[in-house]
Nanobody
Framework: QVRLVESGGGLVQPGGSLRLSCAAS????????MGWYRQAPGKQRELVAA???????NYADSVKARFTISRDNAKNTVYLQMNSLKPDDTAVYYC?????????WGQGTQVTVSS
């Protein structure tokens, strides 16, 4: 059983920064891809950023140049550094990881950008 646990969410003022972490535990087969999705109230869940085991990254246009995704394969952990945060970034952020066995999701962490 694989479990993903996110941390690092919270309340931040516009222009501020937050760093999200997601650690995987359990019986883990190497993850091909790890990433972050977000869902704002009344909106569909959307991809924020993803990173392959080889380090190739993919970002939503709305976060390019502001967010940076990274991962530590040895620790089965993925990070999301979020800078220059905007009110539109307010959402529940979900960690996702996929491998040959299945597709896994964390429980979500709230990020609120407000003055």
């Amino acid at each position: 059983q694989v479990r993903l646990v996110e941390s690092g969410g919270g309340l931040v003022q516009p222009g501020g920064s937050l760093r999200l972490s997601c650690a995987a535990s359990g019986t883990i087969v190497r993850f091909w891809s790890m990433g972050w999705y977000r869902q704002a109230p009344g909106k569909q869940r959307e991809l924020v950023a993803a990173i392959t085991s080889g380090g190739t990254t993919n970002y939503a246009d709305s976060v390019k140049a502001r967010f940076t995704i990274s991962r530590d394969n040895a620790k089965n952990t993925v990070y999301l550094q979020m800078n220059s945060l905007k009110p539109d970034d307010t959402a529940v952020y979900y960690c996702n990881a996929g491998n040959a066995v299945g597709d896994y999701w964390g429980q979500g962490t709230q990020v609120t950008v407000s003055s």
